[in-house]
């Protein structure tokens, strides 16, 4: 089967440490997302990447950092400078851009980090 | 950057009443999209609209993209409780190439 894996679902931490959040897919696609979610809230993005090894800041990029050293993997490190980094965060990868636009993106299950 | 609003941020129905959400720019759009969130779950795409005017529709769920392209609606049909979700639209951001997500509009249904 192909897809997007997350891992892990669910994740606890203590403030004060950094934390890395895996993304694996095996669809073959050259772009990468990350994605943070609150309660109630929309999806901001953290960071993306188009290809391998180069990657760019997405609206909300303080406080977290990536990799992109393999097509499948994009992993996210939430780091002690994050304020608040206690959310939802969600994976997600597409083809790329279109001549009009966007491919579909296609989104992993998520983690649900929680830090206190 | 780019923003997009969608209204209204919930909405409640009775089982079997219509719903529709709406997508709306300040600028021309290329393309839209739209997906779905199940409570608990992960967003999961559900069309692409590229033409002016596009109407598309997947049984009880119709997808319009408006005349000038600034706009767009998914409206469905006759709800049922497996359409409780959240429902997001997203746009091209054009040369940052990543999608602008709408604050999405929560839809529950009551049997």
């Known amino acids: 089967d192909g897809g997007i894996t997350q891992s892990p679902k669910y994740l606890f931490r203590k403030e004060g440490q950094n934390v890395t959040l895996s993304c694996e897919q095996n669809?073959?696609?050259?772009?990468m997302y990350w994605y943070r979610q609150d309660p109630g809230q929309g999806l901001r993005l953290i960071y993306y990447?188009?290809?391998?090894?180069?990657?760019q800041k997405g609206d909300i990029a303080e406080g977290y950092s990536v990799s992109r050293e393999k097509k499948e993997s994009f992993p996210l490190t939430v780091t002690s400078a994050q304020k608040n980094p206690t959310a939802f965060y969600l994976c997600?990868?597409?083809?790329?851009?279109?001549?009009?636009?966007?491919?579909?993106?296609?989104f992993g299950p998520g983690t649900r980090l929680t830090v206190t | 950057g780019q923003q997009v609003m969608q209204i209204p941020q919930y909405q409640h129905v009775q089982e079997g009443e219509d719903f529709t959400t709406y997508c709306n720019s300040s600028t021309t759009l290329s393309n839209i999209q739209w997906y779905k969130q199940r409570p608990g779950g992960h967003p999961v795409f559900l069309i692409q609209?590229?033409?002016?005017?596009e109407v598309k529709k997947q049984k009880r769920l119709t997808f319009q993209f408006g005349e000038a392209k600034k706009n767009s609606s998914l409206h469905i049909t006759a709800t049922q409780t497996t359409d409780v979700g959240t429902y997001f639209c997203?746009?091209?951001?054009?040369?940052?190439?990543?999608?602008?997500f709408g604050t999405g509009t929560l839809l529950a249904v009551q049997p």
């Open positions: 990447s188009q290809i391998v090894n180069d990657f």
């Open positions: 997600a990868s597409n083809k790329g851009t279109t001549f009009s636009g966007s491919y579909e993106q296609y």
């Open positions: 669809l073959n696609h050259d772009a």
């Open positions: 609209l590229v033409k002016s005017g």
């Open positions: 997203a746009v091209y951001g054009g040369a940052t190439n990543k999608l602008i």
